[in-house]
């Protein structure tokens, strides 16, 4: 009895034995995955921060400014130009269709708007408060030519 007793503690302390072994192990091994993500967490942190000083410098309005004088060659927008919400079209312009020579729906194409140029001079007209006597706009003649 004594015989079987020693063998189940001896099995059982190598057992515990190379449980322990296998732990520590397989804590060290954790341990350097742990470093080894700390140090690429660190890289991209880096890389970011990076990144964000490029973001600000590309996005500097002195910068982009810069580079729309070089590149684009814009214009300042003169007050004609500008539109009213009026010539703004509607949703149920764009719904519209027709139907081609084959019976098919095609997108119908609303007619041109105004430009916003050629009707600014009378709302600008229309819209001035002037203190001495108004001078009137003269509108274009709708005879089509003829005297």
Not at 51 to 56: D, G, L, P, R, T
Not at 59 to 71: D, F, M
């Amino acid at each position: 009895m004594t015989k079987i007793m020693t063998g189940f503690w001896f099995l059982m302390t190598v057992l515990i034995g190379v449980g322990t072994y296998w732990v520590s192990h397989e804590v060290e091994r954790l341990e350097r995955r742990y470093a080894s993500i700390q140090s690429e967490i660190l890289d991209e942190q880096e890389s970011i921060h990076v990144f964000q000083a490029e973001w600000s410098y590309l996005n500097s309005p002195g910068r982009i400014e810069r580079l729309a004088k070089e590149y684009l060659k814009l214009e300042q927008i003169q007050p004609l130009q500008m539109a009213s919400i009026d010539n703004i079209p509607t949703d149920t312009d764009a719904k519209r269709y027709r139907l081609d020579k084959f019976g098919e729906a095609v997108a119908y194409m609303p007619a041109p708007r105004d430009r916003p140029a050629d009707s600014a001079y009378d709302e600008a007209a229309e819209n001035m408060i002037i203190d001495g006597p108004s001078v009137g706009i003269p509108a274009p003649s709708d005879t089509g030519g003829q005297q």
